[in-house]
Each structure stands twice: as structure tokens, then as C-alpha cells.
T-cell receptor, first 115, second 116 residues
Framework: SAVISQKPSRDICQRGTSLTIQCQVD?????MFWYRQQPGQSLTLIAT?????????ESGFVIDKFPISRPNLTFSTLTVSNMSPEDSSIYLC????????????FGPGTRLTVL | AQTVTQSQPEMSVQEAETVTLSCTYD???????LFWYKQPPSRQMILVIR??????QNATENRFSVNFQKAAKSFSLKISDSQLGDTAMYFC?????????????FGQGTTLQVKP
């Protein structure tokens, strides 16, 4: 299984600012994903981070608000732009080593609070 | 659209006893995968068990086993000999086999407390 780390682990940000979250995997993986977990709720897929091309976004999530980069097979970033208090959530990165149907392993998450 | 339902928001069990967490799902797909993930208070999501829909045999991992009823679209998790470290939120998740998306659809979660 892949070991995944995220930075920062938590942050408190002001309304209108942006935060970039980093996700690092200890081995090359085919697929990387970003999820959001709102307080006390389940996980929702934001987008699939594609290496060398634009991310694939789920309905309700747009690139201008959540730009994603994936420069190589072990690293991805998610930016939360122009933040509002509604963006306060835990953001989790996950990765699958082979096929898209392979088991996904998750990072520890980034707890974001927007004031 | 696929949906996953966990009807038990909270459960508790005495240490060393057995507990079963329920999960139902709705899909028109025939090929898919089901998962149980555990999220302890530390927040790290950990895979507990995985089941391929084409396999009739129920998956097991040590003290964890599932009861997969494909016709009923049910996928419950049984934890035997519960331990204090099993205290966590448990999520049931679903993934279809087509489209190459890798998208996981999660249920709302069940908070399990193991009591000493």
C-alpha cells in the first residue's frame, strides 16, 4: 500500500484568501484524487488529478475555485481559492497504484477553517 | 445514480463482543466494488476490507468480515472480538467498474464506540 502525506495538517485562513494543500505519495501511483469532508459528514469527490493534463472535476466543483496540479506520479496540489466560511472542511488526498478500480489509500487530511 | 446508505449513525459495543454495521447501496450496474473504511479520531482513513461484486465468497480480514448480499444490495461489516482500538467512524463505499473514473461514493458513516 502507498503511504501518503499532506501539508499542512491544519490551517486557519481569512475569508477571500487562498490555500494550497500538498499531497505526497511515497511511490509512483497511477491515480490521485481529492475529496472534501464537511464537518460531521461523509466524503465527496472533488476531482481526479491527472498527471500531465487538466484535472477531471465532479459536478458542483470548478477549476477556478479548486485548481489542481499534478506535475508527476507522486505529487499533487489542491488550491482552495477565494475562501469563504463554507469552505471549512477536511480535504483528503487519495491514491491508487494501478488501475482506477484499485484500492485507494488516503492521506491524513488537511483541516481547514475559514474565518 | 449510485447511492450508499448507512442507517446507523451511532453504535456501541462492549469490548470482546461482536457488532455488525449495516450498509445498503443502489445501482443498476452489475460490476462494482465495495469497501469499508475506518476513520479513527486521528482522522487517517484506513481500508478495512474490500469486496468484488463478481465474487460470491464474502471477504474476511482477521476479525473483520462482510456479509455481501448482491440481490438485496446489502454489504454489512461484522467486527468480532471488538477492541478499544476499533473505536472510529466507519464508512461504506462503492465504486463502479466501468468508466475508468475510480470514483468512490461514500455512505454517511457509522460512529462505533467500543466500551471497556
Amino acid at each position: 500500500s502507498a503511504v501518503i502525506s499532506q501539508k499542512p495538517s491544519r490551517d486557519i485562513c481569512q475569508r477571500g484568501t487562498s490555500l494550497t494543500i500538498q499531497c505526497q505519495v511515497d511511490s509512483q501511483v497511477t491515480m490521485m484524487f481529492w475529496y472534501r469532508q464537511q464537518p460531521g459528514q461523509s466524503l465527496t469527490l472533488i476531482a481526479t488529478a491527472n498527471q500531465g493534463s487538466e484535472a477531471t472535476y465532479e459536478s458542483g466543483f470548478v477549476i477556478d475555485k479548486f485548481p489542481i496540479s499534478r506535475p508527476n506520479l507522486t505529487f499533487s496540489t489542491l488550491t482552495v481559492s477565494n475562501m469563504s466560511p463554507e469552505d471549512s472542511s477536511i480535504y483528503l488526498c487519495s491514491a491508487a497504484q494501478g488501475w482506477s478500480t484499485d484500492t485507494q489509500y488516503f492521506g491524513p487530511g488537511t483541516r481547514l477553517t475559514v474565518l | 445514480a449510485q447511492t450508499v446508505t448507512q442507517s446507523q449513525p451511532e453504535m456501541s459495543v462492549q469490548e470482546a463482543e461482536t457488532v455488525t454495521l449495516s450498509c445498503t447501496y443502489d445501482t443498476s450496474e452489475n460490476n462494482y466494488y465495495l469497501f469499508w473504511y475506518k476513520q479513527p479520531p486521528s482522522r487517517q482513513m484506513i481500508l478495512v476490507i474490500r469486496q468484488e461484486a463478481y465474487k460470491q465468497q464474502n471477504a474476511t480480514e482477521n476479525r473483520f468480515s462482510v456479509n455481501f448480499q448482491k440481490a438485496a444490495k446489502s454489504f454489512s461489516l461484522k467486527i468480532s472480538d471488538s477492541q478499544l482500538g476499533d473505536t472510529a467512524m466507519y464508512f461504506c463505499a462503492f465504486m463502479i467498474d466501468s468508466g475508468n473514473t475510480g470514483k468512490l461514493i461514500f455512505g454517511q458513516g457509522t460512529t462505533l464506540q467500543v466500551k471497556p
